[in-house]
């Protein structure tokens, strides 16, 4: 089992706002990271740190942390914003790296 | 713009050892602000992190595979590798290799900005 818990999936209205999270108590400590995987592609890194975004990352895309929750924020979401959505960060013990499970966000 | 590729063979037999390696264009392993890391995933599954390794040679590994991974870093060739023993169909996944920063900025933070394409891994006799 993960250490970081995510919703298996999200649907949102094209054009709409949609929030993933991801829970664990490592996130007290750690910064989460969250990527992009679109079906038979690599993941894209969407969010780091605090809330930063990778050059060519349309900044529809944001983050947010509180307590034990990271969130990803995709404000007006598109088409072409149907993937999975997977966060990391350290572990508890923040040696190691941790995924979520992922999250599959539909766009309507 | 820096560019990994992962390359080993796609069949592995049980029992045996799988073998990839990631050649980095572009960029240098021998970088001191970067991490290099390994991670897979089976069909329909989520991301595993494998391991990760600096330029010194320190690693981490996944305590849950730990006993069965190495990587290592040759920075003559620009590469690391992963070696992971034993195998069964468990292990069966595309492998990623992946570019990472790590450190402390108020909190810890670890993230891998720069992927491979992946390549896909069976175990099978």
């Known amino acids: 089992s993960s250490e970081l818990t995510q919703a298996p999936a999200v649907s949102v209205a094209l054009g709409q706002t949609v929030r993933i999270t991801c829970q664990g108590d490592?996130?007290?400590?750690?910064?989460a990271s969250w990527y992009q995987q679109r079906p038979g592609q690599a993941p894209v890194l969407v969010i780091y740190d605090k809330n930063n975004r990778p050059s060519g990352i349309p900044d529809r895309f944001s983050g947010s942390s509180s307590g034990n929750t990271a969130s990803l924020t995709i404000t007006g979401a598109q088409a072409e914003d149907e993937a999975d959505y997977y966060c990391s960060s350290r572990d508890s013990s923040v040696t190691h790296l941790v995924f979520g499970g992922g999250t599959k966000l539909t766009v309507l | 713009q820096v560019q990994l590729q992962e390359s080993g063979p796609g069949l592995v037999k049980p029992s045996q050892t799988l073998s990839l390696t990631c050649t980095v264009s572009?960029?240098?392993?021998?970088?001191?602000?970067?991490?290099w890391s390994w991670i897979r995933q089976p069909a329909g599954k989520g991301l595993e992190w494998i391991g990760r390794?600096?330029?010194?040679?320190?690693?981490k590994y996944s305590p849950s595979l730990k006993s069965r991974v190495t990587i290592s870093v040759d920075t003559s060739k620009n590469q690391f590798s992963l070696k992971l023993t034993s195998v069964t169909a468990a292990d069966t996944a595309v492998y990623y290799c992946?570019?990472?920063?790590?450190?402390?900025?108020?909190?810890?933070?670890?993230?891998?900005?720069?992927w491979g394409k992946g390549t896909t891994v069976t175990v099978s006799s």
């Open positions: 390794i600096y330029t010194s040679g320190n690693t």
């Open positions: 992946a570019r990472g920063a790590s450190g402390y900025d108020d909190y810890y933070y670890y993230y891998m900005d720069v």
């Open positions: 490592s996130l007290r400590r750690s910064y």
């Open positions: 572009g960029g240098s392993v021998s970088s001191t602000n970067y991490y």
